[in-house]
């Protein structure tokens, strides 16, 4: 897991954040363009910021992404805020279409977690 960057919009829209498949038990809407996915990861960057929500990028290495290309992405949510007087935390996963079944999430869950 890492930070999202700029650069992950393609992938995570292309993999997940537009594709109804994968979002149907999330609770939002697909993103209709990359545009709105580089939106989403803005705000999510001002959350991290604010301390109001953290998000991280899946991303699973390669040799043309040594870095990790965005295969998904994992968020903790308080329920309440402020969020350092929160005791609730909302974890929150998506992972594109073709990675499911590999333990991916639930390694990156688990370190999440640890």
Known sequence: MREPRPADAPALFEGALGQPEVLRWVGFKPHTDVQQTRRQLDFEAHRWLRGSGWLWVLGLRTPQAPDGEAVGQ???TPLSQ???QAFHLRLGYVLAQGHGG???MSEAVSALLA
């Open 102 to 104: 590999q333990g991916l």
């Open 74 to 76: 994992v968020e903790l």
């Open 82 to 84: 402020p969020a350092a």
